[in-house]
């Protein structure tokens, strides 16, 4: 049960894209379009912004997006905004019946 | 509007036990797998437990098989994580999350357990 490999940190301006990777084995994400994506700010619960690899949750803006490639997922916000600075996790179901998360990504919006 | 409100934590020694619950409401908790997550200070979180709709089936992460043992009352509308052999590095918030298509929808608000002599 080792944890998705995700950067550490990303950054990028207000209005420009940004993408996080998620990778993981054959076993999880590669095995399964059950990926999901968290968005956690300080001292609150995480919040789905993705499921089932590229769905959007209802009220969650349609800047978000997912996608998938082998045993990569990939999370793109589009449009940087201030609020979207927070912490990024990514996680997905497993051969194992089990779930791992990846160690999370801190956004910086500069 | 979905509610899960997490008890039961607190400030406990090396090697006790702790049982934590999960009150759930505005939802039918029984049609629903029910999840146990934790977040260590300054860490990412960690998937620990779920437990199917009905109870019968369980799986657990490697770091907690064998000494937490996740359980549910449907006519409570509660879920539980009873915790034994509790070690210092299980110190975290620990929150319930319920699934919907492999994906925690919705968290409760956490109880922290702090593990220390």
């Known amino acids: 049960q080792s944890a998705l490999t995700q950067p550490a940190s990303v950054s990028g301006s207000p209005g420009q894209p940004i993408t996080i990777s998620c990778t993981g084995t054959?076993?999880?994400?590669?095995?399964?379009?059950?990926v999901s994506w968290y968005q956690q700010h300080p001292g609150k619960a995480p919040k789905v912004i993705i499921y089932e690899v590229s769905y959007r949750p209802s009220g969650v803006s349609n800047r978000f997006s997912g996608s998938k490639s082998g045993n990569t997922a990939s999370l793109t916000i589009s449009g940087l905004q201030a609020e979207d600075e927070a912490h990024y996790y990514c996680?997905?179901?497993?051969?194992?019946?089990?779930?791992?998360f990846g160690g999370g990504t801190q956004l910086t919006v500069l | 509007q979905v509610q899960l409100v997490e008890s039961g934590g607190g400030v406990v020694q090396p090697g006790r036990s702790l049982r934590l619950s999960c009150a759930a409401s505005k939802f039918t908790f029984s049609n629903f797998a029910m999840h146990w997550v934790r977040q260590a200070p300054g860490k990412g979180p960690e998937w620990l437990a779920v437990?199917?709709?009905?109870?019968?089936?369980?799986y657990y992460a490697d770091s907690v098989k064998g000494r937490f043992t996740i359980s549910r009352d449907n006519s409570k509308n509660t879920l539980y994580l009873q915790m034994s052999s509790l070690r210092v590095n299980d110190t975290a918030l620990y929150y319930c999350?319920?699934?919907?298509?492999?994906?925690?929808?919705?968290w409760g608000q956490g109880t922290l357990v702090t593990v220390s002599s």
């Open positions: 999350a319920r699934e919907i298509v492999k994906c925690f929808v919705n």
């Open positions: 437990i199917s709709s009905d109870g019968n089936n369980k």
């Open positions: 996680t997905s179901y497993t051969s194992a019946s089990t779930w791992v």
């Open positions: 054959s076993s999880d994400v590669g095995g399964y379009n059950y």
